[in-house]
């Protein structure tokens, strides 16, 4: 299902790029909230034999998605500047992990409650009703460039390919979509594998029966999934206040952060299939370490992203970074990672083996 979601949400991105540099923004990203929630809640009624109805419904989330994730960024980057707009961005991104992690635990404890998966999908919707209603009554439509009229000269509205000409010719631009491919690369690579591998790596350690614990039961992938929230969590808050204490000393403290993250992160993502061998608890550390640093760089790069175009045009770059960061990294890297990958009977993990 997440192949679907994945491939919805690329197909949508440019969509929202275009329209949110254009309309209102508010309106657009209660339409899509709505949509969203409209969506999951009419999934939860599909029937088995209709199995293949409950796919595009879970591919159209990734529609609605796609609303608040191409938008939401520019509104927040046109309400607050400099060091307040890089924390309110902290916060925006801070719903990754904590929504990932409460909506596990929520979907797990109404399955439990009410003795019936669908339940799990008839929770959330009602939240994000309130939060579309919410928007619509509170939330102001920022004048676009509000928050750096002193700083950013406005340009009048251009074409759509005219945006991404322009936007494609910014250097900054385009290799931090690059980066940010490598990350999305990285974390679907680990989602995806880590969880079998450590499940592997017990087998061969332990010497036993690899029907004795199924990797079905979850477990890695459970223990893997609240590592991750965690992390995410605090690689947010770490690479906010990293570069928010870096930037007294100079201006390039956003992306000397963010490298020095990706670089060190990739140590210790190595490190995992060293511990493995003989220590699962040593190779779960280095995850910790590992994701906490890959994660420092969330909120920075969208800061980076607001400061580098013009606010006419961001919604479209945020839309194409999202594209690009898909596209080359998380849609095709698990698969990618399995082709290349040949496991013969755990031998990858013996110390004998060749």
Not at 103 to 117: C, H, K
Not at 185 to 191: D, H, I, Q, S, Y
Not at 218 to 231: A, E, H, K, M
Request: glycine share 8%.
């Amino acid at each position: 299902m997440k192949e679907f979601f994945i491939f919805s949400f690329m197909v949508a991105t440019p969509i929202f790029g275009f329209l949110g540099d254009r309309f209102n923004r508010k309106f657009i990203l209660s339409c899509g909230i709505f949509f969203w929630s409209a969506v999951t809640i009419t999934s939860s009624f599909i029937t088995k034999p209709n199995f293949w109805l409950l796919l595009f419904t879970r591919a159209l989330v990734g529609f609605g998605e796609a609303s608040y994730s191409t938008i939401a960024p520019t509104m927040i980057a046109d309400m607050f500047t400099k060091d307040t707009r890089t924390c309110m961005l902290c916060f925006f991104y801070l719903a990754i992990p904590l929504g990932s992690g409460l909506g596990y635990i929520l979907g797990s404890s109404v399955t439990q409650a009410a003795g019936d998966w669908h339940w799990a999908l008839r929770v959330t919707p009602a939240m994000g009703l309130t939060a579309g209603t919410l928007i619509i009554l509170l939330v102001p439509e920022p004048k676009r460039g509000a928050a750096d009229q002193h700083t950013v000269k406005l340009r009048a509205g251009t074409s759509w390919s005219r945006d991404m000409k322009a936007v494609i010719k910014i250097p900054s631009f385009v290799f931090l979509s690059l980066a940010s491919a490598s990350v999305a690369f990285a974390t679907g690579v680990l989602g995806m594998w880590i969880p079998l591998y450590l499940f592997r790596a017990e087998v061969v350690q332990k010497h036993i029966e690899p029907c004795t614990r199924e990797p079905c039961s979850g477990r890695d992938s459970l223990i893997f999934g609240i590592i991750t929230c965690i992390t995410g969590f605090l690689g947010l808050i770490l690479g906010v206040a990293a570069t928010r204490w870096y930037r007294t000393k100079t201006a390039r403290s956003d992306p000397l952060v963010c490298a020095f993250g990706m670089l060190s992160s990739s140590i210790f993502i190595s490190l995992i299939f060293v511990f493995a061998r003989f220590s699962i608890l040593g190779a779960y550390i280095c995850i910790f370490i590992g994701e906490t640093l890959l994660f420092l760089n969330w909120a920075i790069t969208a800061d980076i992203l607001m400061y580098v175009v013009i606010p006419t045009r961001r919604s479209t770059a945020v839309a194409l970074q999202s594209f690009t960061s898909h596209l080359l990294g998380d849609a095709g890297s698990p698969y990618l990672i399995g082709v290349v990958s040949t496991p013969r009977n755990f031998e990858f993990l013996n110390d004998n083996s060749p």
